[in-house]
Nanobody
Framework: VQLQASGGGLVQPGGSLRLSCLVS????????IGWFRQAPGKEREGVAC??????FYADAVKGRFTISRYKRSNTVYLQMNSLKPEDTAVYYC??????????????WGRGTLVTVSS
């Protein structure tokens, strides 16, 4: 599975940004796809994951971030609203699963940097 993330950048606190993840053809038929992030000096954490059953969000982003997927374009989006400085991180799209939290299931894409700062 190939995953390619894009859409990162610099945004002010309270602003919005949309990340895109282009995945291999038919990958969305077989894999849940999600977003992870790694802030400087911190461990990588799962942010959101979406499968045919629907989305799952980490508590830190619930109500602010929305994950969606479009099979026709092989794309998964992460709409991020009400951004906070603590959302600053490198964001990765990856294959995922979820139970109490989002976890990786084996495939990673390259990251895209999101900086929330005034």
């Amino acid at each position: 599975v190939q995953l390619q993330a894009s859409g990162g950048g610099l945004v002010q606190p309270g602003g919005s940004l949309r990340l895109s993840c282009l995945v291999s053809n038919f990958a969305l038929d077989y894999y849940a796809i999600g977003w992870f992030r790694q802030a400087p000096g911190k461990e990588r954490e799962g942010v959101a994951c979406i499968s045919s059953s629907g989305p799952f969000y980490a508590d830190a982003v619930k109500g602010r971030f929305t994950i969606s997927r479009y099979k026709r374009s092989n794309t998964v989006y992460l709409q991020m609203n009400s951004l906070k400085p603590e959302d600053t991180a490198v964001y990765y799209c990856a294959t995922c699963g979820y139970a109490e939290k989002v976890y990786n299931t084996g495939y990673w894409g390259r990251g895209t940097l999101v900086t929330v700062s005034s």
